[in-house]
């Protein structure tokens, strides 16, 4: 039988981005605060912020202390912790994460922003919207949406020069 040739994916992050600044803009940035789940998606927000011209800061999130497998994994590997420089109480959020995989990462993140207040809304946009939900969590806005087998890991990397690639792992 002849081999199956090897599905190539090419995802052009910087493509995706300028769509996903149109997205968020839909959303209403303009009225919102911008919340990147650490790091990519906070990549994503910092960026946003600049280029939508928005004033004062974006916020980072990060899931490290509500994930569903803290116990056995604990604050490894963490990173970069939750920053808001605003007060979350009746504020319009845009949450921005770089892949939508599982939803267990959004629902982790939910939880810890409800950690620091009450927000009027939350909307989640992302670049990549990969499928495989275990969770009842959508998108408000996806620049792409791809199926990939559960083998294969999809992350956002950034270079030296702020720009966006996709960082593919795992076989095909
Ligand atoms: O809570 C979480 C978040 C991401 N991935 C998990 O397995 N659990």
Known sequence: MPEE???KLTLDAEA?????VRGVQQLGAAESRLVGVTSGGAWLAERLQK???LPGAAGAISSAMHRD????RGLAGAGRQTQLPFEVDDAHIILLDDVLYTGRTIRAVLNELFDY???ASVKLA?????GGRELPVQADYAAARVALPATQSLALARGE???FSFQVEGQT
Do not use: I
């Open 126 to 130: 992302v670049l990549v919207d990969r």
């Open 117 to 119: 207040g009450r927000p």
């Open 69 to 72: 497998d803290f116990a056995t």
């Open 51 to 53: 280029d939508l011209g």
């Open 161 to 163: 020069d702020g720009r």
């Open 16 to 20: 995706l981005y300028r769509e996903l």
């Open 5 to 7: 040739p090897a599905v």
